[in-house]
Each structure stands twice: as C-alpha cells, then as structure tokens.
C-alpha cells in the first residue's frame, strides 16, 4: 500500500481509505464507505480460525475510524457516492434478509443429530450465501471504482482489493472447518450407524439363542410330561397288579378254608366208611358162623 494512512475494517466496522493527492487546479475529495457483517452464529463464534479472530481483534479500534480528504466542491463528493449508497442500501436489505433466515433456521433446529446435522449445514449454505453477497458488493464497489477517471482511486482500489482478499480468506477457512466438522460428523454418524447395525445383529442372534433355548425348553418339558405320564401309567399298573394280589390272597385263603373243611369232612365220611364196613365184616362173620356149625354137625 502506498498510504500509510489507510484504515481496514474487515471484522465488522468501516473502513475509509483516502484518495491520491490531487492535482492543485482541480482539487476533490472521495469518501468510501464499505460496511462488513459477520454473522452471528453460535457455531461461527465458537469454530472460527485462529487467523480471523486475531484479524477481528485488530480491526475493533478503528470501526468508527474515518479519514476524508477535504479540498473542493462538496457536490461532486454527494454524486460520487450516490451509487454507493444506493448499493450499500441494497446489500443493508439483502443482508437483513439473509440474517432474518438464518435466525429461523437457528430457531427450528431439533435435537436428533441427523436433522441437527442438515440444519446447521444450512445455516452454513446461508452463510456462504452471505459472504458471496458480501464480495458481489465488494466486486461492484471496486468495479465502479475503477469506472471513475485518474489515479486517485488507487488507494480505494487497494482497500476493496485487500478486503476482498480477508473476506475471500475467511470464508475459505470458515468452508473448510465446516466442511471438515461436517465431515467428522458424517464419520460418526455412519460409525454410529454401523455400531447400531452391529446391535441390531446381536439382538437378533441373542433372539435366535433364545428361541433355540426355549425350544430345548419346551423338549424338556414334552420329556418330562411324557416320563411323567410313563410314571402315572405304571404306578397305576402296579396297583392294579398289587390289588390282583391282594385278591388272589384272599381267595387263597378262601380255598384254602375250603380246602381244609373238605378234607375234614372227607376224613370224616373215611372214618364212618371204615366204621360202616368194620360193621358190615362184623356182621358177615355173626352171620357166617351159624352156618358153619351146622354144616359141622
């Protein structure tokens, strides 16, 4: 730069940057006003670069700072700027706009991560939008600049060019941490997808053990009803054969009583049958005898 005197104001302030010396028969003066907007975000504050916070830093002092070069006609100096202030009317209207979307985008955040993640990378989108418009005002700037004659502009020039070149290096530092932030959550995410992909599997598995044991479970219980009624069938089969037994004692017994009083009438009826033929003997050898002694005599 070839004016020491030359202020910046590329974190947030304004920056007025005076004109070459001119010429002693026609002496004018040129006032720039170039306004700067850093959005207000809870992730730009706390995810900003090193760089552009040391930059910011160093513009605060000098927001209010303005140096004018005063030396003629007064006119010339409000139809000069005429188009200026139409412009910066224009970016004022845009740029509220867009921070008016961005404010209902931050309001409508959810809580999930996934829907978290797509509003924070449109608020992002809306601030890259921002940005874009803030060098397209920037561009314009220097492009009607550089539409006014003589060197005089030079100085302007320079201070566009420079905060073009801030602006253009803060948002290529603030794409790439939230590219990179977007990044490392996309990793997690699908880290985080495969962790549940993975207990999905376990969980089903685990099912699949457990169906397998509630079917041993359920043989077991088949066998142990089977023996069980296997139990049943016998106990009530050895009744029944201990009842046989029991019966055949007591009819055992029965016939055995019978057996024994027949035999004790048998012995009976033998002894009358013995006594009966000692009786018919008896009497055939009585009758026999007579017979004999007349046959005798």
Do not use: C
């Amino acid at each position: 730069m070839s004016e020491p005197e030359q202020t910046q104001g590329g974190g947030g302030g304004e920056g007025v940057a005076p004109a070459s010396a001119p010429s002693e028969e026609q002496p004018t003066f040129v006032v720039v006003k170039i306004e700067t907007f850093e959005p207000i975000s809870a992730d730009a504050e706390t995810e900003q670069p090193e760089g552009t916070e040391k930059e910011a830093s160093a513009d605060k002092p000098v927001e209010n700072n303005q140096t004018e070069t005063k030396a003629g006609n007064t006119d010339d100096v409000i139809d000069n700027n005429a188009p200026a202030i139409k412009i910066e009317g224009d970016w004022q209207q845009r740029e509220k706009e867009l921070l008016e979307k961005i404010n209902e985008l931050e309001k409508v955040k959810s809580d999930t991560a996934e829907s978290g993640l797509r509003l924070e990378l449109k608020v992002k989108e809306e601030e890259i939008d921002l940005l874009k418009a803030r060098v397209k005002n920037l561009e314009t700037e220097l492009q009607a600049a550089l539409a006014k004659p003589g060197g005089k502009n030079q100085d302007i020039i320079n201070s566009i060019k420079l905060q073009h070149e801030e602006l253009l290096s803060k948002a290529r530092g603030m794409i790439f941490d939230k590219t990179k932030l977007v990044k490392n959550q996309e990793l997690q995410i699908e880290a985080l997808t495969t962790q549940v992909a993975s207990l999905k599997d376990i969980n089903q598995i685990t099912k699949d053990l457990l169906e397998i044991r509630n079917s041993e479970v359920k043989a077991m219980e088949d066998r142990f009803q089977a023996m069980e009624a296997r139990y049943k069938a016998e106990k009530e089969r050895y009744d029944l054969v201990l009842k046989r037994a029991q019966t055949s004692t007591t009819i055992n017994d029965d016939l055995k009583k019978e057996y024994e009083t027949q035999l004790a009438i048998f012995k009976e009826l033998r002894e009358k049958y013995e006594q009966r033929v000692k009786a018919l003997v008896a009497e055939n050898e009585r009758l026999k005898a007579p017979t004999q002694g007349g046959s005798s005599t």
